[in-house]
């Protein structure tokens, strides 16, 4: 079946570093790919996605691309801000009904 | 627009109890879900419903039923809530199958003693 591997977290940075969260998958055919964001308290919220092979995402500073030939979908931020500090997930869809498959989590602390 | 709403934001049950949790959408999607999350073990698919008039168990079904009550709602029912239930749930909402963003509510934390 379809399952997402993230990097062990927690990670922590100081403000302005450069962000690296690391994502696998393995699916079946041709899945589309997510990345959500957990503030603390909070519901997950679309953070970027990614529906074809080459493609990247991006917002807010943040950019993923989905490599097909290694079957990954690495989360980049060039410089991490304090308030960046939240959960982040990757997750994939493969099934002609929406299911969301999602890693575990990584939880990300930026220090000022 | 308030997006997903959920109801109760927290509640705190006795072994053997029942509860209902409430989510409602207002954004004419067609597809609603109910997740757990775990620490750890980030989220998964409790029943979904690709449509109204449809549910199906997703991962962990066991100990939950489901009603989709109308293209708006979607509740999740304990019917004799277990100290394994105790967990964040989250209802989510796409416009469509296959490739769409889900819309996730605020949560429900639910503690069972």
């Known amino acids: 079946g379809d399952s997402v591997t993230q990097m062990e977290g927690p990670v922590t940075l100081s403000e302005e570093a450069f962000l690296t969260i690391n994502c696998t998958y393995t699916?079946?055919?041709?899945?589309?790919l997510f990345w959500y964001v957990q503030y603390p308290g909070e519901g997950l919220q679309l953070l970027l996605k990614a529906t074809k092979a080459d493609d990247k995402g991006s917002n807010k500073g943040f950019e993923a691309t989905y490599r097909k030939e290694t079957t990954s979908f690495h989360l980049e931020k060039g410089s991490v801000q304090v308030s960046d500090s939240a959960v982040y997930f990757c997750a994939l869809s493969g099934t002609s009904y929406g299911k969301l498959t999602f890693g575990q989590g990584t939880i990300l602390t930026v220090h000022p | 627009n308030a997006g997903v709403t959920q109801t109760p934001k927290f509640q705190v049950l006795k072994t053997g109890q029942s509860m209902t949790l409430q989510c409602a959408q207002d954004m004419n999607h067609n597809s609603m879900y109910w997740y757990r999350q775990d620490p750890g073990m980030g989220l998964r698919l409790i029943y979904y419903?690709?449509?109204?008039?449809?549910?199906d168990k997703g991962e962990v079904p066991n100990g939950y039923n489901v009603s989709r009550l109308n293209k708006r709602e979607f509740s999740l029912r304990l019917e004799s809530a277990a100290p394994s239930q105790t967990s964040v749930y989250f209802c989510?909402?796409?416009?469509?199958?296959?490739?769409?963003?889900?819309?996730f509510g605020p949560g429900t934390r639910l503690t069972v003693t």
């Open positions: 419903s690709a449509s109204e008039g449809t549910t």
């Open positions: 989510a909402s796409s416009a469509m199958r296959g490739g769409d963003e889900q819309y």
């Open positions: 699916a079946t055919g041709y899945p589309s």
